[in-house]
């Protein structure tokens, strides 16, 4: 089993492996993740490339709502904000989480 829960000193962040599946089905982000800004940032850029790439029933739409409600709101409006930059059709099978979390922010950020 992967230990996600302590950093590699050594290593970047963009140089380490995150275990996302885990991550996910866990439901918790790593503590040593929310510390920084930018690794949060970081995160969410690589979260959405992985949940782009990984064949559909991987994950649950609920287990990845679980873990977004963890993050702060602006890294809730990024992870959004990336997914549709990245895969604008992706949001059609995001709708869900997307007009969930959305619904709590100004409309006017989205347009």
Known sequence: MTNISKPIEDLP???QAVSFG????????PRHYLN???IMHQFVERLVHYVLSVPQGKFSMSELG???????PIHQVFFFK???ENS?????????????????????LFT
């Open 82 to 84: 990336r997914l549709k």
């Open 66 to 72: 679980k873990l977004l409600e963890k993050m702060e």
């Open 13 to 15: 962040f963009s140089a």
């Open 22 to 29: 885990e991550i996910i089905k866990n439901g918790e982000i």
């Open 88 to 108: 604008p059709s992706s949001l059609k099978q995001f709708a869900p989480l997307y007009y969930g979390f959305m619904a709590e922010f100004h409309p006017l």
């Open 36 to 38: 920084s800004d930018y």
